[in-house]
Antibody, heavy 121, light 107 residues
Framework: QVQLVESGGGMVQPGRSLRLSCAAS????????IHWVRQAPGKGLEWVAV????????YYADSVKGRFTISRDNPKNMLYLQMNSLRAEDTAVYFC??????????????WGQGTLVTVSS | DIQMTQSPSSVSASVGDRVTITCRAS??????LAWYQQRPGTAPKLLIY???SLQSGVPSRFSGSGSGTDFTLTISGLQPEDFATYYC?????????FGQGTKLEIK
């Protein structure tokens, strides 16, 4: 079955960096676009970034553009989110989520359990 | 960016009731809209995509409608497991955006 498992979260000081990982299994990873979505404590969902199935195209939320970089390693079935210049407002649970259909980008039908990132001094 | 506004922000209802949640986009998104359910401490679950298509495995008491800027999610015959928070999401233009959420509580 489809599984997405995030890791790499933790507590980090403002201005520092952190890299999140998402390990995928149970499907042909290289056929699907993958997103990062975050949720601040007690708040709603915020879409963060997406990467095309082949890594050719990436889009970011304005709030993270220039600071975060999404990437993937298809042979390893891994997705990454490099987060630089972290701010307190980046504190959230970060989910990776798979697109519903191969070779398309729109809805998220499988999600990981999330990893918590806390930015605090 | 496209702003998604849900109403109400919260609603109380009883088991067996019919509930309707509304989502309005700040500009037309055709039918590029999805609905998600999120229970506390868990990841969101896709319910409806393309404004009105039911995701596989989702009970038929959930239905979606609308196009352009105005959309609705209807739950007919509320079950205890339906009490959760619901989000709409537009997939017409990047950056994708979610509504602020509607919390469905037990009356």
């Amino acid at each position: 079955q489809v599984q997405l498992v995030e890791s790499g979260g933790g507590m980090v000081q403002p201005g520092r960096s952190l890299r999140l990982s998402c390990a995928a299994s149970g499907f042909t990873f290289s056929d699907y676009g993958i997103h990062w979505v975050r949720q601040a404590p007690g708040k709603g969902l915020e879409w963060v970034a997406v990467i095309w199935y082949d890594g050719s195209t990436k889009y970011y939320a304005d709030s993270v553009k220039g600071r975060f970089t999404i990437s993937r390693d298809n042979p390893k079935n891994m997705l990454y989110l490099q987060m630089n210049s972290l701010r307190a407002e980046d504190t959230a649970v970060y989910f990776c989520a798979r697109d519903r259909l191969a070779f398309s980008i729109n809805w998220f039908d499988h999600w990981g359990q999330g990893t918590l990132v806390t930015v605090s001094s | 960016d496209i702003q998604m506004t849900q109403s109400p922000s919260s609603v109380s209802a009883s088991v067996g009731d019919r509930v309707t949640i509304t989502c309005r986009a700040s500009q037309g998104i055709i039918s590029w809209l999805a609905w998600y359910q999120q229970r506390p401490g868990t990841a969101p679950k896709l319910l409806i995509y393309g404004a009105s298509s039911l995701q596989s495995g989702v009970p038929s008491r959930f239905s979606g409608s609308g196009s352009g800027t105005d959309f609705t999610l209807t739950i007919s015959g509320l079950q205890p497991e339906d009490f959760a928070t619901y989000y709409c999401q537009q997939a017409n233009i990047f950056p994708y955006t979610f509504g602020q959420g509607t919390k469905l509580e037990i009356k």
